[in-house]
């Protein structure tokens, strides 16, 4: 059920919010596919509480008694929050991220902490100390990442909404793949703080759910300033509730640079039928070309690589997180500590950060990624000056197999060539269902729009949904 649906049983007494607890949390102790790492022993204290309130007559705030997941990465209060890795294996939080402030302040019942790549990196959620997360659509196939358990929990009913992170399309991607809406904010639109660190200038929390308005719903709930991060721009709260008519007179721009020989033939054709139909219903293509966007992978990956290096350096084994027990001196301990806790992915691009930051390489590589950073930026605002929103796929194809052995480990990082152009240039982007393609899994569209345009995405993708009437309409059917 969505959570409009969910609210007015619960506002008619027809359901407890514990009851609605109770069913997610049977669907998670059936489950196979490892979504979550915690489970919150104060959800059901959360859930009373609402059925208390209901029971008073109170007024109840907007996600009031509804299940929401959180990545964890993610700092929660008195809750474990690991980022997947055995360096944060037993890590509890003193404080809340505030976007869990906000989750707390809207009534959610927070039902644990989702599974996930180590801090982050990785699009296919197998590079957890807990294992890999498995597709709902596919449990033999990955559910996407780093945000793969947060995707498969919504898309399997394991909980109504939830939080992922985004920093080169980890919200997007894995929601394609999962078959759900995926929201990524405008870089300074939500509230960074208590978000562990892995590239300061990329991630975005963004949000899941199994329809546009839901996410959208999420999205509004955490969105806005916190005097707790300086990166937050907005003045004031953002309602993102989608609107009629989102598709009349829309400039839907579609980049060659984005349905190259890099996406499979079968997401290509989902996306362009998806686009068509758009067409039909009032919206207007504009065929354009984007050249800096041969260039994002590239860029992308050097600069989140040296950010990674600089903001991991805070785990030496002597603060927190895990310690050595094998050293006899305090070099040892801190190399020793670094190479028994971090994951051999995560030990990889701290090692490429920290070169491409080494003296004598800086220019060579981060200087340049910066100012092709700087030339998409400047590529994508001479698009919009023909178009309102920019269309691609969200990933380059379906869901892969688990366990694939890949002899050259930068392999996965060209699948994130749709995806990280809107964490360069901080723009807002949503991935919704648009078909299927091979053994009838999912394969997600993806709208970028200019900055603090989610409204108008939103809109877009709820047209579209209802249109067709429902994303697990179009998903069976194949496309539109």
């Known amino acids: ?36 790492i915690t489970l919150n022993e104060e959800a059901l204290r959360a859930a009373q509480e609402t059925d208390r309130r ?11 008694g509804i299940p929401v997941a959180v990545k964890d990465n993610i700092s929660t209060k008195g809750l474990r929050t690991t980022c997947a890795s055995k360096m944060l294996e037993n890590y509890v939080p003193p404080y809340d991220a505030g976007v869990v402030e906000r989750l707390k302040k809207a009534g959610a019942v927070i039902i644990g902490k989702t599974n996930m790549d180590e801090f982050g990196m990785g699009s296919t959620s197998e590079n957890s100390i807990f294992g890999a997360v498995r597709n709902p659509r596919d449990p033999s196939r990955s559910a996407g990442g780093s945000s793969g358990g947060s995707a498969a929990a919504v898309a399997a009913g394991e909980a109504v909404l939830a939080l992922g992170t985004d920093t080169g399309g980890s919200v997007r991607q894995p929601a394609a793949l999962c ?5 990524k904010p405008t870089y300074g639109s939500t509230s960074r703080s208590g978000l562990i660190a892995f590239a300061s200038s990329l991630e975005q929390v963004g949000t899941l759910g199994r329809t546009t308005a839901d996410a959208a719903l999420l999205q509004s709930v955490i969105s806005g300033p916190d005097p707790m991060d300086p990166t937050c721009v907005m003045k004031s ?31 290509k054709t989902a996306v362009m039928k998806a686009l068509r139909f758009m067409e039909k219903h009032g ?37 927190f997180g895990h310690s050595s027990q094998d050293h006899g001196s305090l070099a040892e301990l801190c190399r020793n500590s670094r190479s028994e806790g971090f994951g051999r992915e995560v030990k990889r691009r701290i090692l490429l950060g920290t070169y491409v930051l080494s003296s004598g390489y800086a220019d060579r590589y981060y200087r340049r990624a910066a100012a092709m950073r700087k030339r998409l930026c400047a590529g994508f605002e001479e698009a919009f000056s023909s178009c309102d929103v ?8 379906t869901a892969p197999l688990l366990g694939q052995q890949r002899t050259d480990p930068t392999e996965l990082y060209t699948s994130d060539i749709c995806t ?6 901080g723009l807002p982007a949503i991935s919704f269902p648009c078909g299927s393609g091979e053994s009838s899994l999912p394969l997600g569209a993806q709208l970028i729009g200019r900055k603090f345009a989610e409204k108008q995405l939103i809109s877009a993708a709820f047209a579209f949904e209802e249109l067709t009437g429902g994303f697990e309409n179009v998903i069976r059917s194949g496309g539109v």
């Open 1 to 36: 059920m969505t959570v409009s649906q969910l609210r007015e049983l619960l506002l008619g007494r027809k359901i407890s919010a514990e009851e609605i607890l109770s069913a997610h949390l049977e669907r998670v102790h059936s489950s196979q596919l490892n979504a979550y």
């Open 54 to 64: 209901i029971s008073s007559g109170e007024d109840l705030p907007p996600l009031a």
């Open 179 to 183: 078959g759900i809406v995926g929201i």
């Open 237 to 267: 709260e953002a309602d993102l509730s989608p609107e009629k008519g989102g598709l009349l007179g829309l400039r839907i721009g579609v980049p060659e640079e984005l349905f190259g020989d890099k996406i499979s033939d079968s997401a």
């Open 283 to 319: 919206a207007v293509l504009v065929p354009l070309s984007i050249p800096e966007l041969r260039y994002s992978v590239s860029a992308y990956y050097i600069i989140a690589s040296a950010e990674a290096s600089s903001n991991l350096g805070r785990y030496d084994g002597i603060r």
């Open 390 to 397: 920019i269309a691609s796929p969200s990933a380059v194809g």
């Open 420 to 425: 990280v152009s809107a964490n360069i240039t």
